[in-house]
């Protein structure tokens, strides 16, 4: 995981409240992303950035935001629209938006409704 | 539009024995593929991707993968499975065009009794 620190490890959230989730990596990496893992279902993609103060939507974007203000961090926000959010998050970086790159991953944040 | 199956949810395999987990692609060009590993409760790993050249490309922890064209697959293989490779592996497809993210399959559990 070296380089790459998500946090908290677990995180509870409230009926209605928005939570964020943060990823910080001191890899210099260009492009960030972060996905959503449900047993079964594999890794969903929600948004990723390939460069700073720009960002794209992924495959399940609605009920997320996300920033890119500074290389080195992509907040994720789920927001109350995300009517289930349960799940394990993932950031990861690659150095650059190159097809062939692979991906550094942090250590997830666990997600739960109380 | 890219996507990529294991069609196998579990694979079980005695120590010693030799190991095949399963992965299809489908891209609308050529790939850039790759397989990572989680353990429980961590983020991924990179063990090994093609990128062009031989179509058999070796990885991390003496795991294998080969890349079949015709068949549009990227199975991993080892020669002699070990109790310690239990864990969660994913395949992941890119398209080689830059700004695609990667995209991965649903995920294998791999269990090695001793």
């Known amino acids: 995981d070296g380089g790459i620190t998500q946090s908290p490890k677990y995180l509870f959230r409230k009926e209605g409240q928005n939570v964020t989730l943060s990823c910080e990596q001191n890899?210099?990496?260009?492009?960030m992303y972060w996905y959503r893992q449900d047993p079964g279902q594999g890794l969903r993609l929600i948004y990723y950035?390939?460069?700073?103060?720009?960002?794209q939507k992924g495959d399940i974007a609605e009920g997320y935001s996300v920033s890119r203000e500074k290389k080195e961090s992509f907040p994720l926000t789920v927001t109350s629209a995300q009517k289930n959010p349960t799940a394990f998050y993932l950031c990861a970086s690659s150095p650059g938006d190159r097809a062939n790159e692979k991906l550094f991953f942090g250590s997830g944040t666990q997600l739960s409704v109380l | 539009a890219q996507s990529v199956a294991q069609p196998e949810d579990q694979v079980n395999v005695a120590e010693g024995n030799p190991l095949t987990v399963k992965c299809t692609y489908s891209?609308?060009?050529?790939?850039?593929l790759f397989w990572y590993v989680q353990y429980p409760n961590r983020g991924l790993q990179f063990l090994l991707k093609?990128?062009?050249?031989?179509?058999l490309v070796k990885g991390s922890y003496g795991f294998e993968a080969e890349f079949n064209k015709s068949q549009t697959s990227f199975h991993l293989k080892k020669p002699s499975a070990l109790v310690s490779d239990s864990a969660l592996y994913f395949c992941a497809v890119r398209d080689r065009q830059a700004g695609t993210a990667l995209i991965f399959g649903k995920g294998t559990t791999l269990s090695v009794s001793s």
């Open positions: 950035s390939q460069i700073v103060n720009d960002f």
């Open positions: 891209v609308s060009g050529n790939p850039y």
């Open positions: 890899l210099n990496h260009d492009a």
């Open positions: 093609y990128i062009t050249g031989d179509n």
